[in-house]
């Protein structure tokens, strides 16, 4: 099973700030990797699809980046509405997710 | 729009059964394939299984190998997971999540999400 790395684990970021997610694959999944957002009491939200491509509707603010066994999920200016948790999914050798990363605010 | 619509909370005692629905629409149903994730309380996402657009195959986590079931009623675009044996480690809120044509891609829509409790 491909073991998926996310990092940090939460971080408080102030609104307006860039932010920088990270999500490492135990072996390499290719550019099969999505990042998804969920908010308290939702259904995840689907962002990013093939490592860097939006989702519909996503909002041009957040990015992803990387291949192989490295990814980077980038927001650049921070809105009230993103505080979120963010979950990277690998889908090239079965579907594995990472644990999250919880973005609050500080 | 695609839609997914999941069937209500459900409360079971440990050993039983339990089956929760997802019915689709809003897309052509038999194109494309269906994963369903769980969601402990508090925890991240773990991925249950996967159901191809005919609903002849299916694929399992290994850890639910052999108490899981999935099927697909094409008739009314609806799909099924039913988890035997409940245990307390199974409470969870089960989604179902629309993927492409393939299976191999990301999961762009999801239901909202169903409540399973396993108490005595």
Same mark, same amino acid.
Not at chain 1, 16 to 28: K, M, N, P, Y
Not at chain 2, 57 to 71: N, V
């Given at each position: 099973?491909?073991?998926? $790395? ?6 408080? *970021? ?14 390499? *999944?290719?550019?099969?990797?999505? +990042? ?12 990013? &699809?093939? /490592?860097? $491509? ?5 909002? /041009? ?12 999920? $980038? ?11 963010? &979950?990277?999914?690998? &889908?090239?050798? +079965? ?12 | ?40 309380? %508090?925890?991240? #996402?773990?991925?249950?299984? !996967?159901?191809?657009? =005919? ?12 108490? !899981?079931?999935? =099927?697909?009623?094409?008739? =009314? ?19 179902? @999540?629309?993927?492409?044509?393939? %299976?191999?891609? @990301? #999961?762009?829509?999801? %239901?909202? %999400? ?7």
């Amino acid at each position: 099973e491909i073991v998926m $790395t996310q990092s940090p684990a939460a971080l408080s *970021v102030s609104p307006g700030e860039r932010v920088t997610l990270s999500c490492r694959a135990s072996q390499s *999944v290719s550019s099969n990797l999505a +990042w998804y957002q969920q908010k308290p009491g939702q259904a995840p939200r689907l962002l990013i &699809y093939d /490592a860097s $491509t939006r989702a519909t509707d996503i909002p /041009a603010r957040f990015s992803g980046s990387g291949s192989g066994t490295e990814f980077t999920l $980038t927001i650049s200016s921070l809105q009230s509405e993103d505080f979120a948790v963010y &979950y990277c999914q690998q &889908y090239n050798n +079965w579907w594995t997710f990472g644990q999250g990363t919880k973005v609050e605010i500080k | 729009q695609v839609q997914l619509v999941q069937s209500g909370t459900e409360v079971k005692k440990p050993g039983a059964s339990v089956k929760v629905s997802c019915q689709a629409s809003g897309y052509t149903f038999n194109s494309y394939y269906m994963h369903w994730v769980r969601q402990a309380p %508090g925890q991240g #996402l773990e991925w249950v299984g !996967i159901i191809s657009p =005919t609903g002849d195959s299916t694929s399992y986590a290994q850890k639910l190998q052999g108490r !899981i079931t999935m =099927t697909r009623d094409t008739s =009314t675009s609806t799909d099924y997971v039913e988890l035997s044996s409940l245990r307390s480690e199974d409470t969870a809120v089960y989604y179902c @999540a629309r993927a492409g044509d393939s %299976g191999f891609t @990301a #999961l762009d829509y999801w %239901g909202q %999400g169903t409540l399973v409790t396993v108490s005595s």
